[in-house]
């Protein structure tokens, strides 16, 4: 049933597939070599002319925002299913997202502010997004609870008339590190004797505001992930007006889960295209490396991992999207379960096929001439944002549970 694209995303597929060969291919040395040149001088944490460069390029091209399901002001308006192959072309090369506008936290927080903003918080933030002029980040990870579960954070933001004071630390806080990153959605709790689900108030806290400390910036597997970087953050008597309210007090969990479900389904996106350019990089190595008298592609074993890898991928490709189309017709809520299990399985089949690519490589796979294991390290963490794998298990399991009691009940 979704096996081929429709023609609206199948003419965009064919024009980004047109604009990696000629401008993102080319230049994935030119990225990394721009990068360590700046780690060579001491701050990786600048924004990238070749960036730049490409992001003018892709607007151009009429590659631009197209993560945003609903229209605004003419930016957007792409169902997530028309979504998904486009995503997925990005997650082959890890920056790239950012040159068509389409780079996490900027798209979940964009979403946040289209679907939860007051015309003001879109005009002074959502604009300025779309635009590509600033970037943003997402503060709801904490290190001192089991940010797991969400309903554990202890982010203070406490009310003293007409504005909020906050009081916290976060970390993992994608995007801070960018020197373009001028407005944090800081998430915390506004009153902790409601209702546990009506504790959390999400609050929008500009980057400049004096009491905030982006404290040092934490790698992933050593990888700093620079220039956006995942800093660890303090707020320390952070006022903001109270206008700064994100849908109003208490709606701060209804907010994230409204926020989270398309976030984890663009990881998963994102998971299978890696997926996909790593098989193809086992292949062309397998058929190229001669070993023992014959190239290494005709042992048995190689046979086994390349057709498991063909299975799983396209068994991951399908289950993300029937998520996405469900998100379509149904909404976020009605389809958590295929959100979850999507959430589950494609990081796992992404870490599984780049780990057989790096084996495949020998050495050089766990080098820095490969983009294996650098991918590796990413695919891994997908495993953990946006949630882990046992909390997104435990989601499906609930459901079915639910849903066999229900039979039992209409039976009796």
Not at 8 to 27: C, G, S, V, W
């Amino acid at each position: 049933m979704f096996a081929e694209p429709s023609a609206k995303t199948q003419d965009l597929l064919t024009r980004m597939n047109a604009f990696f060969d000629e401008h993102i291919y080319p230049n994935e040395a030119t990225y990394h070599a721009e990068l360590d040149a700046l780690r060579r001088q001491g701050n990786p944490w600048q924004t990238l002319t070749l960036i730049e460069a490409l992001k003018l390029k892709a607007r151009a091209a009429g590659l631009w925002n197209l993560f945003l399901p609903h229209a605004y002001k003419g930016q957007g308006g792409i169902s997530n299913l028309d979504y998904a192959p486009l995503c997925e072309l990005m997650g082959r090369v890890m920056w790239s997202g950012e040159v068509f506008n389409c780079s996490a936290p900027d798209t979940g927080n964009m979403e946040t502010f289209e679907r939860y903003g007051t015309a003001a918080q879109k005009e002074q933030w959502l604009e300025p997004l779309l635009d590509g002029q600033i970037r943003s980040a997402f503060l709801m990870t904490e290190p001192a609870v089991a940010s797991s579960d969400a309903t554990n954070i202890q982010c203070s933001i406490r009310r003293e008339g007409d504005e909020y004071v906050i009081n916290g630390r976060k970390w993992y806080s994608s995007g801070a590190g960018s020197p373009r990153c001028k407005i944090f959605i800081v998430m915390g709790k506004t009153d902790p004797d409601a209702a546990r689900h009506a504790q959390q108030s999400m609050v929008l806290v500009p980057r400049d505001t004096p009491g905030v400390s982006v404290l040092r910036p934490l790698s992933v597997f050593a990888y700093d992930d620079a220039p956006h970087g995942h800093m660890e953050v303090v707020l320390e008597n952070v006022r903001v007006p109270v206008g700064n309210i994100l849908l109003g007090e208490g709606r701060g969990f209804e907010i994230a889960q409204g926020r989270l479900g398309p976030g984890r389904i663009h990881h998963c996106m994102r998971s299978i295209g890696a997926a996909e350019r790593a098989l193809e990089m086992m292949i062309d190595r397998l058929q190229t490396r001669i070993a023992f008298g014959g190239p290494i592609s005709g042992q048995s074993v190689w046979h086994e991992r390349i057709a498991n890898s063909r299975c799983m991928i396209d068994q991951a490709r399908l289950l993300t999207l029937n998520a996405a189309h469900k998100m379509d017709t149904v909404g976020n809520k009605e389809a958590r379960s295929e959100i979850a299990m999507i959430k589950v399985v494609a990081p796992n089949v992404s870490c599984q096929v780049v780990d057989w690519a790096i084996q495949a490589h020998g050495a050089a796979g766990v080098s820095q001439d490969f983009s294996l294991a650098e991918a590796y390290a990413h695919q891994r963490t997908v495993r953990l944002v946006d949630g882990p794998d046992e909390v997104h298990r435990t989601t499906i399991a609930k459901i079915e549970l639910a849903k066999r009691a229900a039979l039992r009940a209409t039976a009796t």
